[in-house]
């Protein structure tokens, strides 16, 4: 039989130079003599996907050296940063031009500024991407974190992104040890929503494929930002992982705690995607109740349950044909409801995973931890 591949993320550290308003994870960064070494990610399995991400990646100085090790065992590598290293990041994609960049930028560029806490990051994220563009890579974008503060944002950007031929990935405020947060929460719900729709509306309304399946995953996102049940389920876990700094393999970045499958610095692969702590976390997953809509665990599911996405294009592509907007928001029950008042805002805010009286676990090491308290939070 052969072998199967896996889905897989590596957080490459911690640490992070930006201080984005929505993400405590700066606060809480590993140590470099702790982070996951090229020895550890030799024993990763083959996978069809990985995306290496952080904090910001692009610290580590060693990061071509990690991705060198990956491309042997993986199809497609996607790198998720700020972008502020931009000399690092042409270098690397000097050496790996088929690599995929996402650079997150969370609005125009006031508002991108005022979120990221970055000293003119947009300029420094944008100018990147378009450095890159001009080098001919092809697998370059945005990703966006849409809250209340950038929303009226959302829709300007893709146009952005859209005009420079660049891939745009959205998501929303989640709470985890991951972002050490748990207060996020989108407040004005309506307004959010309708700055999805017209992007679902313009996503719908072009001629590429890739872009209607967006569509859905957006839609997806409001049905999420209401607190409502996934629309599709999370098999993360099964043939998806999370591997953090200090070598745990974990089922992904959303649980509130830590979740460890089993540690990849001290089994090899095999031992622990077959060990019992990993069928004990499997198992949760199967209850678990936090319904994220992520990219990194709705793509695999989208392709697993690839009628259901592909039932709702179909149905929005024909609606296209006759009408200028084929998409409400309203078609989602919990628009409706709240719409006419039988869903309210306390309701929703209830069905969230926003807890302002919860401490974030921040799933560090002891020595990280013992290390914080004589730190600020600085890299
Ligand atoms: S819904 Fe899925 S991705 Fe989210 S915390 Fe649960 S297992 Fe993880």
């Known amino acids: 039989m052969p072998e199967k591949k896996l889905n897989g993320t590596v957080i490459v550290t911690y640490r992070c130079n930006a201080r984005c308003t929505m993400c405590n994870r700066y606060k809480a960064p590993s140590l470099p003599e702790e ?175 890739k872009k209607w399946f967006r569509a859905y995953f957006n839609h997806g996102l409001i049905n999420y930002i209401y607190g409502q049940k996934r629309l599709l389920p999370c098999d993360m876990s099964f043939d998806t992982f999370f591997i953090d700094p200090y070598g745990d393999v974990m089922p992904c970045n959303g649980t509130k705690d830590k979740e460890v499958m089993g540690n990849l610095n001290t089994q090899t692969w095999d031992e622990l995607w077959n060990s019992p702590e990993a069928e004990d976390v499997r198992s949760k997953v199967h209850h678990c109740d936090r319904q994220c809509w992520m990219i990194g665990s709705v793509s695999p599911a989208m392709h697993k349950y690839i009628w259901v996405p592909a039932w709702w294009v179909l149905r929005h592509k024909l609606k296209a044909l006759f009408t200028q907007k084929p998409y409400s928001m309203y078609e989602l029950k919990c628009c409706r409801d709240y719409r006419d008042g039988k869903l309210t805002k306390e309701m929703c805010d209830a069905c969230s995973t926003c807890d302002l009286n919860a401490v974030a676990n921040n799933g560090l090491s002891n020595t990280s931890n013992e290390k914080l308290l004589k730190r600020t939070g600085e890299v």
């Open 35 to 209: 982070e996951i070494s090229v020895e550890t990610i030799k024993k990763l399995p083959r996978m069809y996907f990985t995306n290496i991400t952080g904090g910001e990646p692009f610290i580590r100085k060693d990061l071509k050296e990690i991705v060198r090790e990956l491309y042997k065992k993986s199809d497609r590598i996607v790198i998720s940063t700020n972008g502020f290293f931009t000399d690092r990041i042409i270098d690397l994609c000097k050496e790996f031009p088929q690599i995929g960049i996402r650079i997150s930028i969370e609005g125009l560029e006031k508002t991108n500024n005022e979120i990221r806490g970055l000293p003119d990051g947009f300029n420094r994220g944008y100018t990147t991407l378009k450095t890159l563009r001009e080098m001919g890579m092809k697998d370059v974008g945005f990703g966006m974190t849409v809250q209340d503060k950038n929303a009226p944002d959302l829709v300007p950007l893709y146009d952005l992104s859209d005009k420079l031929g660049m891939e745009f990935a959205t998501a929303s405020l989640h709470n985890s040890f991951y972002f050490v947060e748990a207060k996020n929460v989108i407040h004005d719900r309506p307004m959010v929503a309708e700055n999805f729709e017209t992007l679902i509306n313009k996503l719908l309304k072009s001629s590429s494929p």
